[in-house]
């Protein structure tokens, strides 16, 4: 058939609205009955060319293309599954290397197609061993991605000394590890790190606990109420001169006590300067009672010759150790005995002519007098001693005399004795009186 307008030929069959050459209406002047007869005469040879097919209703039809289809999808999700589990499509799966070297882990997730970077972490475990990895193991993503790799890294001690304390603060938290901080005075900048328990470097873990001693300012310290010795110490410390005034009293309660100080307590001082300290000192009472039990140790003796000697045992605890008692021999070194000798006697012997026994009579003191000290150690005393002659037998039965002896003495500076005198040298008062004999011999010997 041609086009009515254009008059090009169009073929046989069914004609189209319009004519493909030049847009020309064919429906209007088309042979619908030729065009029908054609229709048919296509409709039937196809259907001669179809087997049989029982005749069905369109409701199937549409069941059978449902199933189809659902059978073509489940065909398709099911290769699209065997295939995103081998990793052909959906990206790649993140291997677990957690625990792994890190030199390991990035081996293992270079060979599963993915780049790392590291990042250490302060840790007490072994080091270079991976904590922790990002993204998570089993994350599908594309490859090629970059796996962050956090990997253990030893603690160690960092260099804070010089520091100041809020900046060794940093440092320490930064490696994890606790400290202290203690104060030491010093003339650095307050707040200085001075020193540290742990050298630079030391390797260390979280549970170790490091001391940071740091620069606090030198004052002068509370010291009122203490004893002179440790004020001394607590001054000399931090490096303070100290000056002692003594106040003499007669409490020894308060003796050696602080009872002031100059500068004032918390005033600002530097390194060498002085600092005066009052202390209280009842050194002469202690010197007098200090007398007293020498004395007594000397002239309150029942039996002095019994074999331990009880004057020396009982004046060992009043004598200065390096007192030399006789020759090179010292107190400290020096039997019971010859401490008696050295310091009561002066080791000197009995005139000619003396009974041996009068050297040990027994004694008792009846009073001490006029006992007086002075504040440089020395003392002076009056003693009455009564003495009893029984030992010496004979005549002497039941004598006993009474003297007084001029005693004195000199203490170091710890109130220890370092000299004794007695001029009578612990024995009695006493005249060699001639017998008749004696007195003529002595009167021919003067005529002549």
């Given at each position: 058939?041609?086009?009515?307008?254009?008059?090009?030929?169009?073929?046989?069959?069914?004609?189209?609205?319009?004519?493909?050459?030049?847009?020309?209406?064919?429906?209007?002047?088309?042979?619908?009955?030729?065009s029908?007869?054609?229709?048919?005469?296509?409709?039937?040879?196809?259907?001669?060319?179809?087997?049989?097919?029982?005749?069905?209703?369109?409701?199937?039809?549409?069941?059978?293309?449902?199933?189809?289809?659902l059978l073509?999808?489940?065909?398709?999700?099911?290769?699209?599954?065997?295939?995103?589990?081998?990793?052909?499509?959906?990206?790649?799966?993140?291997?677990?290397?957690?625990?792994?070297?890190?030199?390991?882990?990035?081996?293992?997730?270079?060979?599963?197609g993915?780049?790392?970077t590291?990042?250490?972490r302060?840790?007490?475990?072994?080091?270079?061993?991976?904590?922790?990895?990002?993204?998570?193991?089993?994350?599908?993503?594309?490859?090629?991605?970059?796996?962050?790799?956090?990997?253990?890294?030893?603690?160690?001690?960092?260099?804070?000394?010089?520091?100041?304390?809020?900046?060794?603060?940093?440092?320490?938290?930064?490696?994890?590890?606790?400290?202290?901080?203690?104060?030491?005075v010093?003339?650095?900048?307050?707040?200085?790190?001075?020193s540290?328990t742990?050298?630079?470097?030391?390797?260390?873990?979280s549970?170790?606990?490091?001391?940071?001693?740091?620069?606090?300012?030198?004052?002068?310290?509370?010291?009122?109420?203490?004893?002179?010795?440790?004020?001394?110490?607590?001054?000399?410390?931090i490096?303070?001169?100290?000056?002692?005034?003594?106040?003499?009293?007669?409490?020894?309660?308060?003796?050696?006590?602080?009872?002031?100080?100059?500068?004032a307590?918390?005033?600002?001082?530097?390194?060498?300067?002085?600092v005066?300290?009052?202390?209280?000192?009842?050194?002469?009472?202690?010197l007098?009672?200090?007398?007293?039990?020498?004395?007594?140790?000397?002239?309150?003796?029942?039996?002095?010759?019994?074999?331990?000697?009880?004057i020396?045992?009982?004046?060992?605890?009043?004598?200065?150790?390096n007192?030399?008692?006789s020759?090179?021999?010292?107190?400290?070194?020096?039997?019971?005995?010859?401490?008696?000798?050295?310091?009561?006697?002066?080791?000197?012997?009995?005139?000619?002519?003396?009974?041996e026994?009068?050297?040990?009579?027994?004694?008792?003191?009846?009073?001490?007098?006029?006992?007086?000290a002075?504040?440089?150690?020395?003392?002076?005393?009056?003693?009455?001693?009564?003495?009893?002659?029984?030992?010496l037998?004979?005549?002497?039965?039941?004598?006993?005399?009474t003297?007084?002896?001029?005693?004195?003495?000199?203490?170091?500076?710890?109130?220890l004795?370092?000299?004794?005198?007695d001029?009578?040298?612990?024995?009695?008062?006493?005249?060699?009186?001639?017998?008749?004999?004696?007195?003529?011999?002595?009167?021919?010997?003067?005529?002549?």
């Amino acid at each position: 058939m041609r086009c009515p307008k254009c008059r090009k030929e169009l073929g046989d069959g069914m004609l189209p609205a319009c004519c493909p050459h030049c847009g020309a209406n064919l429906a209007a002047g088309a042979d619908t009955r030729r065009s029908a007869r054609e229709a048919r005469r296509v409709a039937s040879s196809y259907a001669a060319q179809q087997p049989d097919i029982p005749r069905r209703s369109g409701g199937g039809n549409i069941a059978r293309a449902f199933v189809a289809i659902l059978l073509v999808g489940i065909a398709a999700a099911l290769v699209s599954f065997v295939l995103y589990e081998n990793e052909m499509w959906g990206g790649r799966s993140i291997p677990d290397v957690v625990g792994m070297r890190v030199e390991r882990a990035t081996e293992e997730l270079a060979a599963s197609g993915f780049t790392t970077t590291v990042e250490t972490r302060k840790d007490d475990g072994q080091p270079g061993l991976v904590l922790e990895q990002s993204p998570a193991p089993g994350d599908r993503v594309a490859e090629g991605t970059r796996i962050k790799l956090f990997v253990s890294e030893q603690r160690t001690m960092p260099d804070v000394v010089g520091k100041t304390r809020e900046e060794a603060q940093a440092l320490m938290d930064a490696e994890g590890i606790p400290c202290e901080f203690v104060d030491e005075v010093s003339d650095e900048a307050a707040g200085t790190v001075l020193s540290s328990t742990s050298p630079v470097g030391t390797a260390l873990s979280s549970e170790a606990l490091v001391t940071l001693h740091v620069a606090a300012p030198r004052t002068v310290p509370e010291v009122v109420g203490l004893d002179e010795s440790m004020a001394r110490t607590k001054l000399t410390d931090i490096g303070l001169e100290v000056k002692v005034t003594y106040v003499e009293v007669s409490d020894t309660s308060t003796d050696g006590k602080v009872t002031a100080v100059n500068p004032a307590p918390g005033t600002a001082v530097h390194k060498g300067d002085t600092v005066e300290i009052t202390v209280n000192r009842a050194r002469i009472e202690r010197l007098k009672k200090a007398a007293e039990g020498i004395l007594s140790a000397v002239f309150d003796c029942a039996d002095p010759s019994s074999a331990d000697s009880p004057i020396g045992a009982a004046l060992r605890s009043y004598v200065d150790p390096n007192m030399r008692v006789s020759g090179e021999t010292t107190a400290n070194t020096a039997t019971n005995y010859q401490l008696w000798y050295g310091i009561a006697k002066h080791w000197m012997k009995l005139p000619e002519g003396v009974p041996e026994g009068m050297a040990a009579l027994p004694r008792s003191i009846v009073q001490v007098d006029g006992i007086e000290a002075t504040t440089d150690g020395h003392v002076v005393a009056a003693v009455t001693v009564r003495w009893d002659w029984s030992p010496l037998g004979g005549d002497y039965a039941g004598v006993t005399s009474t003297d007084t002896h001029y005693v004195s003495m000199d203490f170091n500076d710890q109130d220890l004795l370092t000299a004794y005198w007695d001029e009578q040298t612990d024995m009695p008062y006493y005249e060699i009186q001639a017998t008749p004999d004696d007195k003529e011999s002595k009167d021919k010997d003067s005529d002549g």
